[in-house]
């Protein structure tokens, strides 16, 4: 099948090296230089632009920054493709953005589909992602096998902005859980626990996590490179606030994870993981972890 790609960022690259390893032909328009080089010598096609992308393909997928680059990149690809074809994105944007290329793609005769993923990229190399999908149920069932490609649990959740909504739901969750995992250390290194021994009772603990065990073991090594940086958490953040205030929804937990976010990134923190706010929580304490001699772990 002939595949156009756009974006192949830290989630997009692996996920559309999936499928080249399924042996579709992708068509690639990717601006960075590295990233465009990287992905040709997996095999893709170089495009010149998203218009080029789309042109001749049976499906188009987007892997875009923010709520711009899709507004942007939507009707350039319905202006390279032809009607009945279908159009995938799998960023975190919006609702509102959302709606509106949906909009378009109905009067392109595009079939289109809200499809963000959940999981890291290292996940999204081992093909172990989780998709969320809206929109039609005809397109769904289409793209099933081409979704499965980076992850086998695909989860369809209605036909319009549901997937949006659900992926800003758990990156609510997200948020909140690293801000719990801040205070709850900078609390116990406070207390003399041992770095070690608060990660490992954390980690076989009733609270215990999938992602609570992911961020223990950066956490274990001082590791703060970013799997997904604080400024990609205050993106979504401003994200989730604006839906509860176009909802009625108070979230005066995601505002205050918000703020505490925000010192981070006053902090010049970022470029760093959003874990980095463990950082931060240990700065306002005045409480560094308690680490063994022989530990080389950075205690900024």
């Known amino acids: 099948m002939n595949i156009g790609w756009i974006g192949a960022g830290k989630m997009g690259m692996p996920m559309m090296a999936s499928l080249l390893a399924a042996g579709h032909a992708v068509r690639l328009y990717e601006p960075a230089n590295i990233a465009r080089e990287q992905a040709q010598a997996l095999g893709a096609t170089r495009a010149q632009n998203p218009a080029d992308a789309a042109r001749d393909a049976h499906a188009v997928f987007s892997s875009l920054p923010d709520d711009a680059a899709l507004l942007t990149v939507a009707p350039a690809v319905f202006e390279g493709t032809a ?15 959302s709606a509106t290329v949906a909009r378009a793609a109905e009067a392109a005769g595009v079939s289109y589909l809200r499809a963000p993923v959940s999981g890291t990229p290292v996940q999204a190399h081992e093909r172990a992602l989780t998709t969320i999908v809206s929109g039609p149920r005809d397109a769904f069932e289409a793209a099933r ?17 549901q997937a949006r909504s659900m992926k800003l739901v758990l990156n609510l969750m997200v948020g909140a859980t690293a801000a719990m995992m801040a205070e709850a250390l900078a609390l116990g290194s406070k207390g003399g626990i041992r770095w070690d021994d608060l990660l490992d009772v954390m980690a076989s603990s009733a609270l215990a996590s999938p992602l609570l065990k992911v961020k223990a073991a950066q956490l274990r090594q001082r590791d703060f490179s970013p799997l997904f940086s604080c400024a990609q958490m205050a993106k979504d953040l401003r994200l989730i606030l604006a839906a509860g205030s176009d909802a009625d929804v108070p979230l005066p937990l995601a505002a205050l994870v918000s703020q505490l976010n925000a010192i981070s990134l006053a902090h010049g923190r970022g470029g760093e993981d959003y874990i980095a706010s463990v950082m931060t929580a240990e700065m306002l304490a005045a409480a560094g972890p308690v680490l063994d001699d022989d530990d080389t772990g950075d205690a900024r």
């Not at 074809?85 to 799998?90: A, P, R, S």
């Open 145 to 161: 096998l081409l979704l499965s490609r980076w992850g086998p649990n695909l989860r369809y959740v209605g036909e319009q902005e």
């Open 83 to 97: 009607p009945g074809v279908l159009y995938v994105d799998t960023s975190t944007v919006s609702p509102q953005a």
